[in-house]
């Protein structure tokens, strides 16, 4: 019998705070093992119509301090406990800040003495991160409830320490990648895939809508199916393999912007546009950022007008949505192009006001990480029972409308999107010279087995890795 949907209000909230683009590139950077060179009011728009045949759990979004980070409220323990909390692609544990903490950040902390279905047991946990922030605690089980769905005996990582510059608007992390990437932590089970296990979705996927504070912010995540009417009209989903099954990394067979690939250059060196095909890049709802190659970065915004770099960062002009209305940066995947809008690469300004932070920053890495930058313009399916990625061209509102959940049967498994088109439904530009500018939201997760980060790539396409290292 398909369960209700439950609708819950949501709030884009916007706070008066300094922005730091920087801060957050580089806590990026650390949680990847990373380094940056080598040495309004919103609203809930829309509803879900559940599939006869299908159970699923849908939970609201709040798109945070323009478009920083989205959370929604989770459940935990038996009388329920609610909490704030990320769901993130880009780590698999489950981290709640504990009543045990007294300096931990979040709000609301989980109280296990309270709960009648907790289960402790005294297993300690730890785990350094690569910018060498650290958190701690104990490992205990206990029902999660998402929607009305409730999920048994779920693996909570516990803090009751921390180190300094934990974010502070939310209450834990869920992790949404593959339960093998904690191999630190024995017999780690996601969410999800304990959804999956207890079999509380008919469906093996997850599927993600983030909002743009320009457009009222919001933003949902389905389990156990995908909600197609947020695809824009005449598209399909587009699915591409997952190259292996820890993170959710996938194959970009090209990087474009304005349709033409970016030439690898550095300084003076220009090398040929084929070295930049088949680079591997991690979807990351747990990020606000995408983070590139060097070399791509250089790439991408010399082809930008007015680009410049800044440090060891990019900044692009704070009008530069409005000087190129159509501009975009495109990642190829499945022989489909998908667009990240030069509008919303533009963060927070320099010093000088004019310049803006880019939203594309560099890595001295060989992958690339895909943060709400890129999933903020596109529907993204994260099908686990095929261990694939789907996505599509996003359709964006202004007002509310009704929406259905599709159960993930498709009519042609192999459909595919056609090209974004030019002539899409323009958004309102954004604000430009962003007077309450606001910090990013970067992930938590560092995995120990550093042949998995990297080395996302099947041999055969691993060819793209030598040019990340020519300088």
């Given at each position: 019998?398909?369960?209700?949907i439950?609708?819950?209000?949501?709030t884009?909230?916007?706070l008066?705070?300094?922005?730091?683009?920087v801060?957050?590139?580089?806590?990026?950077?650390?949680?990847?093992?990373?380094?940056?060179?080598?040495?309004p009011?919103?609203?809930?728009?829309?509803?879900?119509?559940?599939d006869?045949?299908?159970?699923?759990?849908?939970?609201?979004?709040?798109?945070?301090?323009?478009?920083?980070?989205?959370?929604?409220?989770?459940?935990?323990?038996?009388?329920?406990?609610s909490?704030?909390?990320?769901?993130?692609?880009?780590?698999?544990?489950?981290?709640?800040?504990?009543?045990?903490?007294?300096?931990?950040?979040?709000?609301?902390?989980?109280?296990s003495t309270?709960?009648?279905?907790?289960?402790?047991?005294?297993k300690?946990?730890?785990?350094?991160?690569g910018d060498?922030?650290?958190?701690e605690?104990?490992?205990?089980?206990?029902?999660?409830?998402?929607?009305?769905?409730?999920?048994?005996?779920?693996?909570?990582?516990?803090?009751?320490?921390?180190?300094?510059?934990?974010?502070?608007?939310?209450?834990?992390?869920?992790?949404?990648?593959?339960?093998?990437?904690?191999?630190?932590?024995?017999?780690?089970?996601?969410?999800?895939e304990n959804m999956?296990?207890?079999?509380?979705v008919?469906?093996?996927?997850?599927?993600?809508?983030?909002?743009?504070?320009?457009?009222?912010?919001?933003?949902?995540?389905?389990?156990g199916?995908?909600?197609?009417?947020?695809?824009?009209?005449?598209?399909?989903i587009?699915?591409?393999?997952?190259t292996?099954?820890?993170?959710w990394?996938?194959n970009i067979?090209n990087?474009?912007v304005?349709?033409?690939?970016?030439?690898?250059?550095?300084?003076?060196?220009?090398?040929?546009?084929?070295v930049?095909?088949?680079?591997?890049?991690?979807?990351?709802?747990?990020?606000?950022?995408?983070?590139?190659?060097?070399?791509?970065s250089?790439?991408?915004?010399?082809?930008i007008?007015?680009?410049?770099?800044?440090?060891?960062t990019?900044t692009?002009?704070?009008?530069l949505?409005?000087?190129?209305?159509?501009?975009?940066?495109?990642?190829?995947?499945?022989?489909?192009?998908?667009?990240?809008?030069?509008?919303?690469?533009?963060?927070?300004?320099?010093?000088d006001?004019?310049?803006?932070?880019?939203?594309?920053?560099?890595?001295?890495?060989?992958?690339?990480?895909?943060?709400?930058v890129?999933i903020?313009?596109n529907?993204?399916?994260?099908?686990?029972?095929?261990k694939?990625?789907?996505?599509?061209?996003?359709?964006?509102e202004?007002?509310?409308?009704?929406?259905?959940?599709?159960?993930?049967e498709?009519?042609?498994?192999?459909?595919?999107?056609?090209?974004p088109?030019?002539d899409?439904?323009e958004?309102?530009?954004?604000?430009?010279?962003f007077?309450?500018?606001?910090?990013?939201?970067?992930?938590?997760?560092?995995?120990d087995?550093?042949?998995?980060?990297?080395d996302v790539?099947?041999?055969?396409?691993?060819?793209?890795?030598?040019?990340?290292?020519s300088?």
């Amino acid at each position: 019998m398909p369960k209700d949907i439950v609708k819950v209000p949501i709030t884009t909230i916007n706070l008066s705070r300094k922005q730091s683009t920087v801060g957050r590139w580089m806590h990026t950077l650390g949680k990847y093992g990373m380094s940056a060179k080598s040495g309004p009011r919103g609203f809930q728009r829309g509803r879900v119509i559940p599939d006869s045949k299908t159970n699923l759990a849908r939970v609201p979004l709040v798109d945070f301090e323009f478009d920083r980070e989205y959370y929604g409220t989770v459940k935990i323990g038996e009388p329920p406990q609610s909490f704030k909390i990320d769901f993130d692609t880009g780590s698999s544990q489950f981290i709640v800040s504990s009543k045990g903490c007294t300096e931990c950040s979040g709000t609301t902390h989980y109280d296990s003495t309270t709960s009648n279905t907790f289960q402790g047991t005294n297993k300690p946990w730890h785990i350094t991160y690569g910018d060498l922030s650290h958190a701690e605690g104990v490992l205990g089980r206990d029902n999660v409830m998402i929607d009305g769905i409730i999920v048994a005996n779920q693996q909570l990582a516990l803090v009751t320490s921390e180190s300094k510059g934990f974010d502070d608007t939310i209450d834990g992390i869920m992790g949404l990648a593959f339960g093998a990437l904690s191999t630190n932590l024995a017999s780690t089970h996601t969410v999800f895939e304990n959804m999956m296990e207890q079999k509380l979705v008919d469906r093996g996927m997850f599927s993600f809508y983030l909002g743009k504070t320009s457009l009222d912010g919001g933003g949902e995540v389905v389990f156990g199916g995908m909600d197609m009417d947020r695809v824009a009209d005449g598209h399909n989903i587009t699915y591409t393999p997952v190259t292996r099954p820890k993170y959710w990394q996938i194959n970009i067979e090209n990087i474009l912007v304005n349709d033409e690939p970016i030439q690898a250059a550095l300084g003076s060196k220009t090398h040929s546009k084929s070295v930049f095909q088949n680079v591997a890049g991690i979807m990351d709802t747990g990020t606000t950022l995408m983070i590139v190659p060097l070399p791509i970065s250089y790439g991408i915004h010399r082809a930008i007008h007015g680009a410049h770099e800044y440090g060891q960062t990019w900044t692009v002009p704070c009008d530069l949505g409005s000087q190129f209305p159509k501009g975009q940066v495109q990642l190829e995947i499945s022989g489909q192009r998908f667009k990240i809008p030069f509008e919303d690469l533009v963060r927070e300004p320099t010093e000088d006001q004019e310049q803006c932070y880019s939203g594309i920053q560099p890595s001295s890495s060989n992958f690339m990480i895909i943060g709400d930058v890129f999933i903020k313009n596109n529907y993204v399916v994260f099908d686990q029972e095929n261990k694939r990625v789907g996505i599509a061209p996003l359709k964006f509102e202004t007002k509310t409308s009704s929406h259905r959940v599709d159960d993930g049967e498709e009519e042609d498994d192999a459909a595919v999107s056609a090209a974004p088109d030019e002539d899409e439904e323009e958004v309102d530009e954004n604000n430009k010279k962003f007077e309450n500018p606001f910090p990013m939201r970067m992930g938590w997760e560092i995995t120990d087995d550093a042949d998995s980060i990297g080395d996302v790539l099947p041999k055969s396409l691993k060819k793209i890795n030598t040019i990340a290292h020519s300088f």
